[in-house]
């Protein structure tokens, strides 16, 4: 049955429901609507430094009114620069206090993989929504905790999938939903950067680094977002070429993916090779994208002649925009925890194929 959430709410009023809710819980019934939803960050690493804190400086829905940090000076430095208030300042363990503060709706988990897990079921005991950055959570078992965990609390879970909220990526799965040049054929996708560090979390097993979850959720995305399906068989081969550097993990994944329809999709991904791109190939056509998975500027063409090049001015405060826009209406998330649990599902079966040498259903 369809609720208009506006109707819930008022239902929920006469029947004194609101007690039944704790006042985190339900945003709207139990304290006035603001207008926009406070947000804390969890990890003040460089995606928080330097690309979310600039980003909700610009957004129109929320704003920045917390941090988590293990780093005192951390929390002075951005205490200063975005005058956040003192008892909005939390660490890795006193984070659960957060329960008891109004101001703060919304924790946003940018912490190294292995950590997402546990943030994200913290985050939803004390009755918050919560943001998490990709990839999900190194396993299928982390995802589904986080997912339950966020249904058992009421709060919503929205994966960093900042790409999914780009007209320019949302352009190309429109042509794909309205057959536009007939079924996709063959997808070919690469993602990668070049990573020199030694010591980061990147490099380490333990820490969910590898470049499958970091950039190869991307190459994946081309390829499951290009095609509208799911896959459903993956061989995989990973390398590299730095030993010295990729002791735990692989520098480099090639991983082939069958989908349902028949369409194959070729993908790469890499921390030794500078590359960002799809091409879709269709029956009638054809789409490509150059790059396919940046903060700015993703771009490209279609055989027909048409340009994909629609402004953005800053992805990441589109992303968190929409995203509140949906837990302040309680409608659907772009993408949902479900979106993070899909791409981890094939991660898995790229690991496995690795170990085996084998093809590996999904
Ligand atoms: P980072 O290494 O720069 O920051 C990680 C933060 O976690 C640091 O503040 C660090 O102090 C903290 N931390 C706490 N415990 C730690 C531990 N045991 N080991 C290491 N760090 C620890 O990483 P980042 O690039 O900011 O990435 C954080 C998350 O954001 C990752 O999930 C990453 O994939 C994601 N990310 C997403 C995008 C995107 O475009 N969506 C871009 C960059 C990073």
């Not at 620069?81 to 957060?98: E, V």
């Not at 950039?215 to 994946?220: E, K, P, R, S, T």
């Amino acid at each position: 049955m369809h609720i208009e959430r506006r109707d819930f709410l008022s239902t929920l009023s006469m029947a004194g429901a609101a007690t039944l809710f704790s006042g985190n819980v339900l945003f709207g019934a139990t304290r006035p609507k603001k207008d926009k939803l406070g947000i804390a960050l969890v990890g003040l690493g460089y995606y928080s430094t330097d690309v979310l804190a600039p980003a909700l400086q610009l957004t129109e829905k929320c704003q920045l009114v917390g941090i988590v940090t293990g780093t005192p000076a951390k929390a002075e430095t951005w205490k200063a620069k975005y005058n956040i208030a003192d008892k909005n300042i939390y660490n890795y363990k006193n984070f659960d206090q957060i329960a008891n503060n109004p101001d703060i709706d919304i924790v946003y988990v940018v912490l190294p993989p292995s950590m997402h897990r546990e943030f994200v079921v913290r985050a939803a005991k004390a009755g918050k929504h919560v943001f998490c950055e990709k990839p999900m959570a190194p396993s299928v078992a982390d995802c589904l905790a986080m997912i339950n965990a966020c249904k058992s609390n009421n709060v919503k879970l929205a994966i960093g999938y900042r790409c999914q909220h780009d007209p320019n990526i949302q352009a190309y799965m429109k042509a794909t939903k309205e057959g536009k040049f007939g079924k996709v054929k063959m997808v070919t996708s690469a993602a990668g950067y070049i990573d020199n560090r030694s010591n980061h979390w990147k490099q380490s097993k333990a820490l969910g680094g590898g470049v499958m979850g970091d950039m190869g959720v991307y190459a994946l995305q081309g390829a499951r977002l290009a095609t509208g399906e799911e896959p459903i068989s993956v061989i995989a081969q990973a390398s590299t070429t730095r030993p010295e550097i990729y002791k735990e993990v692989e520098e480099t994944m090639m991983f082939m993916l069958d989908f349902p329809s028949g369409a194959r999709a070729a993908c790469q991904t890499s921390f030794g090779i500078n590359m960002n791109y799809l091409q879709i190939t269709y029956e009638k056509g054809w789409v490509r994208m150059e790059p396919q998975s940046g903060y700015k500027g993703n771009k490209g063409s279609m055989s027909d002649g048409s340009i994909i090049d629609f402004p953005l001015k800053n992805q990441q405060a589109k992303q968190m925009d929409e995203d509140c826009l949906a837990i302040l209406n309680n409608t659907a998330l772009i993408a949902p925890g479900e979106e993070g649990l899909r791409d981890i599902k094939v991660v898995e079966a790229i690991y496995k194929s690795v170990a085996s040498g084998k093809n590996v259903k999904i």
